[in-house]
């Protein structure tokens, strides 16, 4: 095995110890002494790969936010993006409340903003194709940037708060205001031309 496959292999190992460790206390409450203990490693393996807990919490999210991107090539609307993020949301839940109160709503924020900006612009570039209107490429980004942050923002207060609304409900308000936001937006640039 190759050294490069072995580290990856050792990353996962800290990570599902992490994750697991999640599962049952704070994240501020994890030592590095029982995640390197869950996996059978030394602490001197541990600190080869991350500086820190906070370091493999980074890495976890990076990680888990690749494989989120790697699904939406398969998606095939804005609504299907929302519904497999909250598949995501539910399924680590753990997680992403132990990110909220340990570290941040913030980092909590750039881990779905990473996810929604592409998606954001792959949608408004869908929508001006089918309009053949093309928008700024400043208003673009602007508009992705837009969305991306509505949508996260709502994301997380529904972590947050799901009693207060229902998943379908979100999915689909979400969903049809972009949609029809941006349908406005475009034809308003149409006149404008």
């Known amino acids: 095995m190759k050294h490069e496959e072995i580290s ?3 990353k996962r190992e800290l990570a ?6 999640m599962k049952k206390k704070p994240f501020g409450k994890i030592t590095v002494s029982e995640l390197i203990s869950a996996c059978g ?6 600190y080869y790969h991350f500086e820190d807990i906070y370091a493999l919490l980074k890495w976890v999210l990076e990680e888990e936010s ?4 790697r699904h939406y090539d398969l998606l095939v609307d804005y609504e299907e993006a929302i519904s497999f993020v909250m ?10 409340n132990c990110v909220y109160d340990s570290i941040s709503r913030d980092e909590l924020k750039r881990f779905f903003r990473a996810d929604f900006i592409e998606i954001s612009r ?3 570039e869908q929508a001006e194709s089918a309009s053949g ?3 700024d490429d400043g208003y673009r980004e602007f508009l992705s940037g837009f969305y991306t942050d509505a949508v996260t923002g709502v994301l997380i207060e529904w972590l947050r708060d799901r009693s207060s609304r229902d998943r379908e409900s979100v999915a689909r308000y979400l ?9 406005g937006i475009l034809s308003a640039q149409g006149e404008k031309e």
């Open 66 to 69: 690749i494989e989120v991107v």
């Open 175 to 183: 969903s049809s205001t972009v949609r029809d936001s941006l349908s």
């Open 41 to 46: 490693m030394n602490r001197k393996t541990f």
């Open 133 to 135: 209107i093309r928008l």
């Open 87 to 96: 598949n995501y949301v539910e399924e680590n839940e753990h997680i992403l």
């Open 122 to 124: 792959n949608l408004i």
């Open 16 to 21: 599902t110890a992490l994750k697991d460790a």
């Open 8 to 10: 990856l292999k050792t």
